[in-house]
């Protein structure tokens, strides 16, 4: 979809709050499945930047040391920026800057086995502490936090259905909402 739109990709991952004051044991007991673990005002700030025609240096976090490393990542505007995660429909001066708002549903054993297949490989993590993880903080706050944002999206999509569907289904809201910048 970002190809097809010529779009950067902005993670929210990318905003976790550093938290290089604590000692590293304290870190990784951090809830991170809050929308409070993410500076939301930080990513608002570059989201209204990219939308005025001005770049954004978006930080980079080191997930295994659970702090921002000094390295950013420049974005330039475009006429289209996917923006990605799992808070994403949380924060309504964010919902304002969005053209089209699409939520990912998946069973919560999709969503697991997913998470762990992901932290496990690019995080350093275990498979056990993915699960200890995910039972105590990621689904009783996906069910708190993230399913209830369902309701501001424009579309729904079935995250385990096609993907080529699921893109042309986006790029087609996209045309309709922007046919000055169609994607190709």
């Known amino acids: 979809m970002a190809r097809a739109l010529a779009a950067p990709v902005i993670g929210l991952d990318a905003y976790y ?5 604590l000692p590293l044991e304290q870190r ?3 809830n991170f499945d809050i929308p409070d673990a993410l500076d939301g005002e930080l990513l608002i700030g570059h989201m209204r ?8 240096d978006i930080p980079v976090y080191d997930f295994t040391r659970h702090i921002r490393s000094a390295a950013v990542q420049r974005v330039e505007p475009s006429a289209f920026v ?8 949380h924060w309504e ?4 800057l969005l053209d089209v708002k699409v939520f990912v549903t998946a069973e919560h054993e999709v969503c697991l086995a997913r998470r762990i297949e992901r932290d496990v490989r690019e995080r350093g993590r275990t498979p056990e502490s993915v699960l200890q993880q995910y039972a105590a903080t990621v689904r009783p706050m996906a069910d708190k936090h993230v399913l209830p944002t369902r309701r501001f999206a424009d579309m729904v999509l079935d995250g385990t259905g096609s993907l080529d569907q699921s893109v042309m289904s986006v790029l087609r809201a996209a045309r309709r909402v922007r046919p000055d ?3 190709r």
């Open 93 to 96: 001066d964010l919902r304002r």
């Open 181 to 183: 910048a169609a994607p």
């Open 28 to 30: 990784a007991l951090s």
């Open 17 to 21: 709050r550093d938290l290089v004051h």
């Open 49 to 56: 930047r990219l939308a005025s025609g001005a770049a954004a």
């Open 82 to 89: 996917v923006v990605e995660g799992l808070f994403t429909l």
